[in-house]
C-alpha cells in the first residue's frame, strides 16, 4: 500500500463513512493500521458499478480482503469486508464521499 496522503487525495472533503467517521477520521483509521501493520494489502474481487443520474456519481460495490501483520510470508490478520462506497465527481477528480463496510456474509 502507497502513503497514506497518496490514498486520501481520493476521498472528498465531505465523507462520511460507518458509524459517522468523517475524513479526518478515516485518515487516523489508515494511519493507525500503518502503524500497527508492517505490511498492509487489500485484494478487491469483482466490482458493480451503478452511474447515478447525469454521470456525475457512482455507486461501487465490491467485496475486499483486507490482511496485515510484520511482512512474513503469512499475514498475521485477514479480513473480509463488504463494501458500497458513493463516489462524486469532483474538481475533475472522481472522489468517494461516502463507505459503508460490514463483515462479509453479516
Known amino acids: 500500500m502507497g ?3 497518496d490514498f ?5 472533503a465531505e465523507f462520511i463513512g460507518n458509524e459517522g467517521v468523517d475524513r ?3 485518515e487516523r483509521l489508515l494511519k493507525a493500521q500503518l502503524l500497527l501493520n508492517k505490511k498492509v494489502a487489500a ?3 469483482p466490482m458493480t ?3 447515478g443520474e447525469g454521470g456525475s456519481t457512482a455507486t461501487v460495490r465490491f467485496n475486499v480482503l483486507l490482511v496485515g501483520g510484520t511482512g512474513a510470508l503469512m499475514p498475521e490478520r485477514g479480513d473480509m469486508q463488504e463494501m458500497v462506497s ?5 474538481d475533475g477528480k ?3 464521499y461516502s463507505a459503508s463496510w460490514k463483515p462479509l456474509g453479516r
Open 8 to 12: 486520501m487525495d481520493s476521498v472528498s
Open 43 to 45: 485484494q478487491t474481487g
Open 94 to 96: 472522481w472522489r468517494v
Open 49 to 51: 458499478v451503478e452511474m
Open 86 to 90: 458513493g463516489w462524486r465527481y469532483e
Open 24 to 26: 479526518a477520521g478515516l
Open 3 to 5: 502513503e497514506p496522503n
